[in-house]
């Protein structure tokens, strides 16, 4: 299995109301030496975390401990900049599974639904609203569906509805990438191979 099974998820929330959030910004290219999915975390927005001399930047907000949790809430242009794939690792592997945003770049969406991360694009009405309720409270929760394709503010109950690709939802709710969604078919697949042979 590539990653874990995406189904339901309830958690809190890290508030990072920030557009255009660029790849750039989410793992610095000097990061990128590495070919494995690993370590990345690490250096997720490290210049926003650190200072030159490595101490954490107390006003950043994943150095601030009232804010957990995995789901990232970004703001509208989530993800832009280079199509560098080790953004969407840097994410996954300090721990979020689901970034919500009023808009995604491309690349970056498709790069996180194939590595497991749920990329929820959310009206900026909607978004303004969980920005509302996690500033009320840090510990408010928000539970994305992905069957039901629901993201829903458990403190006030208001709830949107989300798109995704019904082949990337297939493979997220398995745990798939492309790799294990082929050798899920391996016995359709020969099968139809022994057909042709006739």
């Avoid at 690993?38 to 490595?54: A, E, H, I, S, V």
């Avoid at 403190?155 to 709710?173: A, R, V």
Wanted: proline share 4%.
């Amino acid at each position: 299995m590539a990653y874990d099974k995406f189904t339901v998820l309830k958690s809190s929330a890290v508030p990072m109301p920030i557009e255009n959030v660029d790849t750039d910004q989410i793992i610095p290219a000097r990061f990128l030496k590495a070919t494995e999915r690993k370590g990345f975390g690490d250096n997720l927005f490290r210049d926003w975390r650190y200072n030159t001399d490595g101490s954490e930047k107390k006003d950043f907000v994943l150095n601030n401990p009232i804010y957990s949790g995995k789901i990232l809430v970004g703001g509208k242009n989530f993800g832009s900049g280079s199509s560098r794939e080790h953004a969407a690792w840097a994410i996954y592997d300090y721990g979020f599974r689901c970034v919500v945003s009023s808009f995604f770049a491309d690349i970056f969406k498709n790069n996180s639904l194939n590595i497991g991360i749920l990329p929820v694009q959310v009206s900026a009405v909607f978004l303004d609203k969980i920005f509302t309720a996690i500033e009320a409270n840090p510990a408010a929760e928000l539970e994305v569906n992905l069957p039901e394709q629901k993201i829903t503010i458990l403190t006030t109950g208001e709830s949107e509805s989300f798109d995704i690709n019904t082949y990337k939802k297939h493979n997220m709710t398995n745990g798939y990438d492309d790799i294990d969604y082929l050798q899920a078919m391996k016995s359709e697949i020969q099968l139809f191979a022994e057909k042709s042979m006739y």
